[in-house]
């Protein structure tokens, strides 16, 4: 029962990330942002934090851009070592415009999949997440809001 839109930060024009000017995708992409109530964020793990392009799109928004929005943070790596990326720079991230991030964040290497089809037990961290985010969700609006989903991949 809700819409999703999916923004993909790579396809967006990098001058206009960077500020450097504006751009109607960036625009559009920010107001996506702003109607959504779930904001799910994805994004790879290099040098053990989420990626530059999914910092100078949330750069983009204002200080407490995301108040009133419940957020989901995933991310990929090639090793459980980097999981903490959830924690240390995900959540910060999320809370620095005014989210409020699931307890459950879902971190995913190579060996959760076979064959590019996710394990069990990443699908089941995946609909625990969601699960706490629409219960967030209904919690912070009135039952009569219209429900939307945003997803930023970087």
Avoid at 3 to 14: E, G, M, N, W
Avoid at 31 to 37: F, H, L, N, P, R
Avoid at 142 to 151: G, K
């Amino acid at each position: 029962g809700v819409s999703a839109t999916l923004i993909d930060l790579a396809t967006l024009p990098a001058d206009a990330l960077l500020g450097r000017r504006r751009a109607d995708e960036i625009d559009t992409a920010l107001g996506s942002v702003s109607e959504a109530t779930i904001i799910v964020a994805s994004t790879p793990v290099y040098r053990a934090t989420y990626s530059g392009l999914l910092k100078v799109f949330f750069d983009l928004l204002p200080l407490n851009g995301l108040v009133g929005k419940t957020a989901i943070g995933i991310a990929t790596g090639g090793s459980s070592a980097h999981q903490l990326v959830i924690d240390h720079g995900l959540r910060p991230l999320f809370a620095s415009v005014g989210a409020v991030t699931t307890p459950t964040g879902v971190y995913g290497t190579d060996s959760a999949f076979e064959n590019g089809v996710p394990h069990e037990s990443l699908i089941a961290r995946l609909d625990a997440a969601v699960a706490e985010a629409i219960t967030l969700s209904e919690r912070i609006h009135a039952p009569t809001d219209s429900s939307s989903t945003t997803f930023v991949e970087s």
